[in-house]
């Protein structure tokens, strides 16, 4: 068999980046607080997100870092499935369940939802990762490698200098979920990063800059060809 090309790591692999909201999420509440299936019950289609207390927006920044994570995937030969085509004000959704749903038809190796936390706790800052529980019939059958792939992905921010949350139960960096509906429906290996708090100056500070976002896209693109590696 022939060698894959140097700088061609991914080929022929397939990854779905979820960039975390719609920008115009709060300019249609009757569609985003519809209930939509997620996992043995419902949830609300989608929200607005949250936003640094200057205004930035957690839809701008995922869809920032997802355009940057996705340019490097593909220069490694990578095809890429965005759940979103647009980051506008203009425009709504998906909901969580056509998120949670986006890797199946295409058999992606993966899905990596990328998301901004808004926690008003004082001084709460760092990322974690989360990851779903080993919970049939639903994410039973992807716990163990969504597992490995948030390990993964917490040690690749780690090494990009990226702290670990202070105010997640178990300070480890990993958050082990059964209530999202993204990560619930998903048949193919997938974590949600919360990139940090946006609500903490120090993190907002990174998360809007385009020197901190690109060190964001470095670290996932990192975590992406180990895990795939
Ligand atoms: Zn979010």
């Known amino acids: 068999m022939a060698r ?5 790591a991914l080929a022929g692999k397939v990854i779905v980046l979820d960039a975390g909201h719609q920008l115009g999420n709060h300019n249609f509440p009757a569609q985003i607080n519809r209930p939509v299936p997620a996992g043995g019950f419902t949830k609300p289609c989608n929200t607005t997100g949250t936003a640094t207390n200057g205004g930035y927006s957690e839809a701008t920044f995922a869809w920032n870092v997802t355009q940057r994570l996705k340019a490097k995937l593909e220069k490694s030969g990578a095809t890429v ?6 980051n506008s004000e203009n425009a709504w959704g998906p909901c ?3 998120r949670g749903l986006a890797g199946n038809k295409r058999d992606a190796d993966l899905k990596i939802s ?5 926690s008003t706790a004082p001084g ?3 990322f974690h990762v989360i990851y779903p529980p080993d919970r049939a019939p639903w994410t039973d ?8 792939l948030a390990k993964i992905t917490k040690n690749m921010l780690v090494r990009t200098d990226f702290s670990v949350a202070n105010y997640i139960a178990g300070g480890d960096g990993l958050d082990e ?11 193919v290996p997938t974590v949600m990063v919360e990139c940090g708090n946006m609500r903490d100056r120090g993190d907002a500070a990174v998360m809007t800059s385009p020197q901190g976002q690109a060190r964001y896209a470095r670290a996932l693109a990192r975590a992406v060809r180990t895990y795939l590696g």
Not at 4 to 8: A, N, V
Not at 114 to 118: E, F, M
Not at 141 to 148: A, H, L, T, W, Y
Not at 177 to 187: A, H, M, P, V
């Open 4 to 8: 894959p090309q140097l700088g061609q």
């Open 81 to 86: 499935v965005l759940t979103r085509k647009s």
């Open 96 to 98: 969580v369940d056509t």
């Open 114 to 118: 990328i998301h901004g936390d808004g």
């Open 124 to 126: 709460a800052h760092g």
């Open 141 to 148: 059958d992807i716990f163990k490698p969504s597992r490995r």
């Open 177 to 187: 979920r059964s209530d999202l509906g993204t990560l619930n429906l998903s048949d």
